[in-house]
């Protein structure tokens, strides 16, 4: 099973700011089968970034993923109101699917 | 629009069972295979279980894996999950989430579509 560990835990930051949110794995992640989810209270989550990369359709281009191997990273260029929230990473490279713990996103 | 929505959610003792509905819309239901993620309160997300489209590829976590039977419905468009032997760290709302296509194992694992979730309840 491939664990994720997601830091920092929580991200405080003003709108306007650059958000820059880091994904490890404890093993390879092949073909960079990594994707990025965005969840807000109450909400399901959401597909941000796909293939490590890839912006899901309707994604804001604010939002960039990149990465491989073991390190990815989501990058929010400039943070907006909506922008604050729990992101989660995934990986799809192996069964089981596994989930970072989550980065939150908090107004400083 | 592409939907899912989830049902069946409910209060049960442990030891319990439960059965979970997934209906969808706005997309052809038998080209995707579709998955079972869970949240406990206040934690992360945790895959449960995938079908592929046709049904005839299933995948489980270990967590649930003897407990839990993933099927599908293809002339009804409709996901099921059908719980048994129910313990307290089942409690959680339970999504599903729809692949990017007909495969459930090999890559294209993310998820595009999500249900607004059900919440089951797992207590004495």
């Known amino acids: 099973e491939i664990g994720l560990t997601q830091s920092p835990g929580t991200l405080s930051l003003s709108p306007g700011e650059r958000a820059t949110l880091s994904c490890r794995a404890n093993q390879s992640v092949s073909n960079s089968y990594l994707a990025w989810y965005q969840q807000k209270p109450g909400q399901a989550p959401r597909l941000l970034i796909y293939?490590?990369?890839s912006r899901a359709t309707g994604i804001p281009d604010r939002f960039s993923g990149s990465g491989s191997g073991t390190d990815f990273t989501l990058t929010i260029s400039r943070l907006e109101p909506e922008d604050f929230a729990v992101y989660y990473c995934?990986?799809?490279?192996?069964?089981?699917?596994?989930f970072g713990q989550g980065t939150k996103v908090e107004i400083k | 629009e592409m939907q899912l929505l989830e049902s069946g959610g409910d209060l049960v003792q442990p030891g319990g069972s439960l059965r979970l509905s997934c209906a969808a819309s706005g997309f052809i239901f038998s080209d995707y295979a579709i998955t079972w993620v869970r949240q406990a309160p206040g934690k992360g997300l945790e895959w449960v279980s995938a079908?592929?489209?046709?049904?005839?590829?299933?995948y489980y976590a270990d967590s649930v894996k003897g407990r839990f039977t993933i099927s599908r419905d293809n002339s009804k468009k409709t996901l099921y999950l059908q719980m048994t032997s129910l313990r307290a760290e089942d409690t959680a709302v339970y999504y599903c989430?729809?692949?990017?296509?007909?495969?459930?194992?090999?890559?294209?694992?993310?998820?595009?579509?999500w249900g607004q979730g059900t919440r089951v309840t797992v207590s004495s």
């Open positions: 989430a729809k692949g990017p296509s007909a495969v459930a194992g090999m890559g294209r694992g993310w998820y595009d579509c």
């Open positions: 293939g490590a990369s």
């Open positions: 995934q990986q799809y490279s192996t069964l089981p699917r596994t």
């Open positions: 079908i592929s489209g046709s049904g005839g590829s299933i």
